[in-house]
């Protein structure tokens, strides 16, 4: 099975694209990395999109939450202690695999590349972008994306906040066919995660970046072995969710929501 990667950097992606690197050495013949915040902006303007939409503190608590991680990525390196999870730039050496990136998946360049790939199936994993046709025809397969949320509810961005925000008592992950939508397409395999009073988006984000993992594989092996399941999306039950407002962010809070510490994220890291 040749196996092409989209993807967006951040440590619990890479977790599961390492992953599928360990246990399928040879299968993964591209990585396309995600060069873009918000599609179609360029980083100051995407910046100053989730400024207005969200305010300023929820764009600092992102921009800490990318600080913690790089610089206990730094920190690591310092003290010598190897990492759980490697970046993309090292990964690129370590499984051999070339990793090219891209402001826009879709564009003439990305295709290109991806076409050389001859890629039988491609992963969206946290990708960024909404994928089109002419990108969904190139893998013989077919196109399926990971998503950490029992679709139809909780399609679109951030599901974690969402999760907590709205109280829920469990999640789970979705592996689903890529349409010219997000989140739309028909479920290969879906599994659920309690979620516990304690749980904080960063404990979240590890508890369905694990899982994940082991599903990315097991979809990869259904698809190789010629049993591919597509079961419709009930839209009756489907919910949609962007970026998080003020109004939204103190919801989060009022239900007893946290987005969780440097500690967490260095016991994972």
């Known amino acids: 099975?040749?196996?092409?990667?989209?993807?967006?950097?951040?440590?619990?992606?890479?977790?599961?694209?390492?992953?599928?690197?360990?246990?399928?050495?040879?299968?993964?013949?591209?990585?396309?990395r995600s060069d873009c915040l918000i599609h179609g902006k360029s980083l100051p303007g995407g910046l100053l999109h989730l400024l207005k939409r969200t305010g300023l503190r929820f764009v600092g608590r992102k921009a800490l939450e990318l600080f913690q991680s790089r610089a206990t990525a730094i920190t690591f390196r310092l003290i010598g202690r190897q990492p759980k999870v490697n970046s993309l730039?090292?990964?690129?050496?370590?499984?051999?695999?070339?990793?090219?990136?891209?402001?826009?998946?879709?564009?003439?360049?990305?295709?290109?590349?991806?076409?050389?790939?001859?890629?039988?199936?491609?992963?969206?994993?946290?990708?960024?972008?909404?994928?089109?046709?002419?990108?969904?025809?190139?893998?013989?397969?077919g196109t399926l994306n990971i998503h950490p949320a029992l679709l139809p509810r909780h399609r679109g961005l951030f599901p974690y906040f969402w999760i907590i925000a709205q109280e829920d008592t469990e999640t789970g992950v979705t592996i689903h066919w890529v349409d010219e939508k997000f989140d739309t397409g028909d479920v290969l395999l879906q599994e659920k995660i309690i979620v516990n009073p304690s749980d904080t988006i960063t404990t979240l984000s590890h508890k369905s970046a694990v899982l994940g993992a082991d599903m990315l594989v097991k979809a990869v092996q259904?698809?190789?072995?010629?049993?591919?399941?597509?079961?419709?999306?009930?839209?009756?039950?489907?919910s949609y969710h962007t970026w998080p407002t003020p109004a939204d962010q103190r919801q989060f809070r009022k239900a007893g929501g946290h987005y969780g510490t440097i500690f967490e994220l260095w016991k994972y890291m």
């Not at 099975?1 to 050495?25: A, D, G």
């Not at 891209?102 to 039988?120: C, F, G, I, M, R």
Request: net charge neutral; charged share 15%; aromatic share 6%.
């Open 1 to 32: 099975m040749r196996i092409v990667i989209l993807t967006y950097e951040s440590f619990f992606s890479n977790l599961m694209t390492e992953h599928l690197l360990k246990t399928m050495p040879g299968d993964v013949v591209g990585i396309v």
């Open 89 to 141: 730039r090292t990964m690129r050496i370590m499984y051999n695999v070339p990793i090219i990136g891209s402001v826009n998946v879709n564009q003439p360049e990305t295709l290109q590349q991806l076409k050389a790939w001859q890629p039988d199936l491609v992963l969206s994993v946290y990708l960024n972008q909404l994928i089109k046709r002419p990108l969904l025809d190139i893998p013989t397969q």
């Open 222 to 238: 259904m698809i190789a072995a010629g049993m591919p399941s597509h079961i419709t999306q009930n839209e009756a039950e489907a």
